[in-house]
């Protein structure tokens, strides 16, 4: 169909008229199932069967995990028989449904429905009714009794309204703050938060109980800054340095001394910060490689979930991936994941010899095997869709564990991994906060551009590990 042709037919609706059916006539449509439609249908039945609403038990389930609601297939049905075959003007008189395989996230279901008899005397038609799974798997059969219509309709498609969600991941970052209210705050190094964003940023974080501040920055700077933007600095601790990269190894060495248990970047440069922490003299180095972990939670995936390294190791080696996946697992155990599905990420999802990071992808997972890595479940190397949707899994014939839910996105490189978390946080709706992993304290590594939101998300993080690290030093 020429695509002027195929774009009319979207937007006008005409029947077929009782006369015009023949036996065999034949109409279907597509749709995907996605986890607003389980909401809505939800939202709008007052279906709330946790079987469709709940992960975390429907993971437990039968079906090992969310599955549609049995009748947005029969709605789907509906949709075809109003709008295609006979189309407007039809009257629904009943319809048989068998339920014969769960629809999951991701699924593609055709819909179709094929005339079975016609009747003269009466204009009711039987049709026979499908919908079947982009395997193959016919989920739902059944049949549909309607009376045709007996006159022609040719209507403009109505404009129905958008509906949104409205999940915006601060479900996510309220649970995060209840499972931090009942630790003390600790103290932080703030390295020169000498513009108003980071000084406010840090004073935020204390507001809400998580952090007491420690300020590492020239005085008159701070305070200027302070006076400009109408913040308070009474009662808090200054570290007095002349310049940003004076802050930086001051920070570190309070750190080093205790005096702190944990650092967050103010204004200056990431790498003028990370210097000073890596740094041989600091003693905050352990055997480990320091790495960054994004956590996100995103209204379209049904839990939170890591993205690593996108902040600091440009283009690591495998035995740096092998530390940044241990980091990354470590901090998955921090907040609540016993045994975290590891995804090793490349643009496909077999070994060649030809693509690094499928190579790196398949070390790392037989060092899993060797219990060089630990804590964690891995499977690499994973397409980003294999990884994180069930249905494009199957799709590719792919029986693991991890592949379409992951917990841990770990990226060929920081690149990559910065270009895939920015877009799930600007096109994709993510929650997020930030932290360095691997270094003797937790570092919050803050952007201009995050929002009041991931600072304090980033916040409450170092302050778990912080408490953790008192108990299992890393």
Known sequence: MPSSQASDALAVLRNRTFEELRIGDCASMERVLAREDIELFAAMSGDANP???????????????????????GALISALLGTRLPGPGTIYLGQSLR??????????????????????????VTLDCA?????GVCVIEGQAQVIAPDERIERVRARLPEIRMDRSGTEGLQRLFAHVAMLEPVRVGVVHPCDALSLEGALDARDAGLIVPVLVAPRARLEAVAAEAGLDLSGLEIEDVPHSHAAASRAAELACRGRVEALMKGSLHTDELMGAIVARESGLRTKRRVSHCFVLQTPHYPRPFLVTDAAVNLAPDLMQKADIVQNAIDLAHAIGVPEPKVAILAAVETVMA???????????????????????????????DNAVSPAAARTKGIVSPVAGQADILVVPDLESGNMLAKQLMYLGQAASAGIVMGAR???VLTSRADSRESRLASCAIALLLAHRYRQTPP
């Open 354 to 384: 030809s693509m690094q990071a499928t190579l790196d992808a398949a070390a790392l997972c037989k060092m899993a095997d060797r219990g060089q890595i630990t804590g964690g479940l891995l499977d690499g190397p994973l397409a980003f």
């Open 131 to 135: 919908c079947v799974n982009q395997d």
């Open 99 to 124: 339920f014969l395989a769960p629809v999951r996230i991701g699924d593609r279901l055709r819909v179709s429905a094929t005339v079975r008899a016609l009747d003269p005397a009466t204009r009711r």
């Open 441 to 443: 304290v937790p570092v």
């Open 51 to 73: 079987q469709h609403v709940d992960p975390e038990y429907a993971n437990g389930s039968r079906f090992h995990g969310v599955i549609a609601h049995g009748m947005w297939g």
